[in-house]
């Protein structure tokens, strides 16, 4: 499609609980990057994927966080045994060549996570 | 990728131009300055990006000084749907990842 999807838009979980988050990124585009927002202006860089392969996971939290973007199949962002601090939106984007060196990002709607 | 400082809130008038500042003292010469908005809680917007050359598109215009150390993001005839925070960042034109700073709120008044 034409647009970043994200589902669900929003999503609450209890302390301890898992939660995942899915994007399907703009068709033909084959970088996409997860990025977190806890309080209104505060972006966080979280990991981005080329196709399938992890290309930067430099912002993952490494014990509780994992993604994956499998071929044919929306990307995934999953959150083991949440904590409060998990509370944020959750935006994902994505992005191709497009000639001239330009790598805009174009991001979805995000994914607004609540734990309770 | 080179730091980014932006004035924290800013007025404009509807119907009137919007000149955002950016300074970016440090930036390299292979970064770009890129803009990006996020109305309300929605995802981030891409506006304009460039390297060193004035560029304009349906959106926007970006100036950037002749020696690069900073830019002004120009919205020609500002509407209340404007009203929004303005992210300027500087990056390595690659697929590296977005690092957003904290902004300025623009707020577009009757």
């Known amino acids: 499609g034409e647009e970043v999807a994200q589902t669900p838009k929003h999503l609450v979980r209890g302390e301890g609980q898992k939660a995942k988050l899915y994007c399907a990124p703009i068709k033909g585009h084959s970088y996409v990057f997860w990025y977190q927002q806890v309080l209104k202006n505060e972006f966080k860089f979280l990991i981005s994927?080329?196709?399938?392969?992890?290309?930067?996971e430099t912002g993952m939290p490494k014990e509780r966080f994992s993604a994956k973007c499998l071929p044919n199949s929306p990307c995934s962002l999953e959150i083991q045994a949440t904590k409060l601090e998990d509370s944020a939106v959750y935006f994902c984007?994505?992005?191709?060549?497009?000639?001239?060196?330009?790598?805009?990002?174009?991001f979805g709607p995000g994914t607004r996570l609540t734990v309770t | 990728d080179a730091k980014t400082t932006q004035p924290p809130s800013m007025d404009c008038a509807e119907g009137r131009a919007a000149n955002l500042p950016c300074n970016h003292s440090?930036?390299?010469?292979?970064?770009?300055v890129y803009w990006y908005r996020q109305i309300h809680s929605q995802g981030p917007q891409y506006i304009i990006h460039?390297?060193?050359n004035n560029e304009t598109n349906e959106m926007a215009s970006l100036i950037i000084t002749e020696d690069r150390k900073s830019s002004t993001l120009i919205l020609p005839h500002a509407t209340l749907r404007d009203t929004a925070v303005y992210y300027c960042i500087v990056r390595v034109d690659t697929a590296s990842k977005l690092t957003f700073g904290t902004g300025t709120r623009l707020q577009v008044t009757l």
């Open positions: 460039g390297l060193k």
């Open positions: 984007a994505s992005s191709q060549f497009r000639g001239q060196g330009a790598y805009e990002q174009y």
């Open positions: 994927f080329q196709n399938e392969n992890v290309f930067d």
């Open positions: 440090t930036i390299s010469g292979n970064e770009y």
